[in-house]
């Protein structure tokens, strides 16, 4: 099995700055891509950012030039580096991470960490 476990998350004002992280552990072969999430109120999950293990980088537009993605592969961990933050990115954010089950990494399972609460008042 394989845990992840969000910590960053908080109530912040408009402008201002958090880091969110995701460690991974368990029984780990290696992993994929590892990303985050998040879902509003009455919204859809959507992609906020991801990133390849060989570091290639996906963001949503609405968050382009606001977040940075990075991951730490000997720590299986991801990070995201969320500055000029606006009221329309509350919403509870989730790390996503593609493990390898196998040595011989044949195949992958997704996984989810339990979602970490931003809050970004106006």
């Known amino acids: 099995q394989v845990q992840l476990v969000e910590s960053g998350g908080g109530l912040v004002q408009a402008g201002g700055s958090l880091r969110l992280s995701c460690a991974a552990s368990g029984i780990i072969f290696g992993i994929n891509a590892m990303g985050w999430y998040r879902q509003a109120p009455g919204k859809q999950r959507e992609l906020v950012a991801a990133?390849?293990?060989?570091?290639?980088?996906n963001y949503a537009d609405s968050v382009k030039g606001r977040f940075t993605i990075a991951r730490d592969n000997a720590k299986n961990t991801v990070y995201l580096q969320m500055n000029s933050l606006k009221p329309e990115d509350t919403a509870v954010y989730y790390c996503n991470a593609d493990v390898y089950t196998t040595v011989v990494r044949t195949t992958r399972r997704d996984y989810w960490g339990q979602g970490t609460q931003v809050t970004v008042s106006s």
């Open positions: 990133i390849t293990s060989g570091g290639s980088t």
